[in-house]
């Protein structure tokens, strides 16, 4: 390490109780995509505490903050950091006013952009810097609360649900040159390089509709929506096997609605998928034959049915060179006397996604992991287990990697940037978006007047 980066370490040590007080607040104060307001708030009060002059309220609830005042401004770095949790109120340390819960890891890896935000923001790391970081604190990385997600959509105040692709639809990413991205995880190693595949998917609303009756009385009286969501159910399960093995074809869902009473015919169901491949092409089969199954579910019984699709996120693109990135997770587990992660290159798709897939389309992206986390993400267990790892290695690797692309004339960022091919450009990821919005709709059959015998 060079002077700079060990002036780098120090600065986040210094600064060491501040950094974890803030993941601690954040970690207590988990708020849903799209309605992180609190949580903007508390980065946006951080930054401007840095003299950074923040953009607040980009796409929706997102935060973009630039450090100014670089010897050159040609090359831009985002430092990315995440604002929202997921809906587990059985979490111990979920927030009790939104029922989320950060068992996703957001909460560290937004504290250490703020933590590689103070140390960038030292002038005497500063004045080595050939580029500008921007840091940005992005909604809505997890893909749930979909009727939600709907209405924001239908009222225009979105596009997409993933917050990345609306930073990229809005012009946020615009003069961007590259992303560096972290997840947290568990394990007992501090820190690894991340740049494996993962699957993409779409994302599905299936609302049934039938006509309510007495359920024992007079049930030819009635179509039964949860009948014909029982049937397109059933129907979608005898489409797995077409699924080849090779796509990583995951398609999954819940009933987030499913009638009033046990003994009222059901007149208003609906349920929530995600369809996933490691492919477009797998994911535009898939959605095909979910889509063919639901509509089978209403045609079945007489009921309507109305199937809405968004884009979810598009497969993660690995990063070609990785070099740099791996070299400087290296020094800094030197420097902290942490333990790399040994399977940090298994290349195997991932069957989950993330909206850093659609970054890695557009933009070149570099990603790294840190622990510190125990239990099993996506699950009430998950926890913090060892705030150093958790938060100070994270801001470490955040500050150290961005200093690295940026010093000397930014070669770095440079080099990767100019090597990079992009499997989209803006406007076609745009177009590709675009594509992928579709709404079904069938009919309810009225049920024929029965004569009397």
């Not at 980066?5 to 803030?22: G, S, T, Y």
């Not at 954040?26 to 992180?36: Q, T």
């Not at 109120?89 to 590689?116: F, K, Y």
Request: aromatic fraction near 6%.
């Amino acid at each position: 390490m060079d002077k700079v980066e060990r002036r780098i370490l120090e600065i986040i040590d210094a600064h060491a109780e501040e950094i974890k007080a803030f993941g601690r607040d954040i970690f207590a104060h988990a708020e849903l995509g799209y309605k992180e307001f609190r949580t903007a708030e508390k980065f946006t009060e951080a930054v401007k505490k840095l003299g950074l002059d923040p953009k607040t309220g980009v796409a929706v609830t997102g935060v973009t903050a630039e450090l100014e005042g670089t010897r050159d401004k040609k090359v831009r770095v985002s430092v990315m950091g995440e604002l929202d949790a997921l809906p587990i109120p059985n979490a111990s340390h979920s927030n009790p006013e939104t029922g989320a819960a950060h068992c996703c890891g957001h909460h560290a890896q937004l504290t250490g952009v703020l933590g590689a935000a103070i140390a960038l923001c030292d002038p005497e790391v500063k004045a080595e810097l050939d580029g500008i970081p921007v840091f940005m604190a992005v909604p809505a990385e997890e893909c749930v609360d979909l009727e939600f997600k709907e209405k924001l959509a239908e009222e225009g105040k979105i596009r997409y649900f993933g917050g990345k692709c609306e930073f990229i639809r809005v012009g946020a990413m615009d003069g961007i040159d590259l992303v560096v991205g972290h997840h947290s995880s568990t394990g007992d190693w501090e820190a690894g390089l991340a740049n494996s595949p993962s699957t993409g998917f779409v994302s599905k609303t299936v609302k049934y509709k039938g006509k309510s009756s007495h359920a024992a009385g007079a049930p030819h009286k009635g179509v039964d929506a949860l009948n014909a969501a029982a049937l397109g159910m059933h129907a979608l399960e005898l489409q797995r096997e077409s699924f080849r093995d090779e796509d990583t074809v995951r398609v999954h869902g819940m009933m987030s609605r499913g009638g009033d009473a046990v003994n009222v015919i059901a007149d208003d169901v609906a349920l929530q998928y995600l369809v996933r491949a490691a492919n477009i092409p797998a994911i535009k089969d898939a959605n095909y034959k979910v889509n063919r199954a639901m509509q089978a579910g209403a045609i079945g019984t007489g009921a309507g049915v109305e199937i809405s699709t968004a884009p979810g996120y598009l497969p993660t693109v690995p990063l070609h060179d990785t070099e740099m990135l791996e070299n400087a997770i290296d020094d800094v587990l030197e420097a902290v006397g942490g333990r790399r992660n040994p399977n940090d290159h298994d290349m195997s798709v991932g069957g989950g996604s993330t909206d850093y897939g659609d970054i890695s389309y557009v933009y070149p992206l570099l990603q790294f992991n840190t622990g510190g986390m125990s239990g099993t993400g996506h699950n009430p267990n998950y926890d913090v287990c060892c705030e150093d790892t958790a938060y100070l290695t994270t801001a470490k690797l955040f500050a150290v990697i961005t200093y690295r692309l940026l010093k000397d004339g930014a070669k770095e960022a440079i080099k990767i940037r100019d090597t990079f091919k992009p499997k989209m450009t803006k406007e076609e990821y745009l177009e590709y978006m675009e594509s992928m919005i579709e709404k079904i709709v069938v009919e309810m059959k009225e049920p024929p007047k029965m004569e009397k015998a």
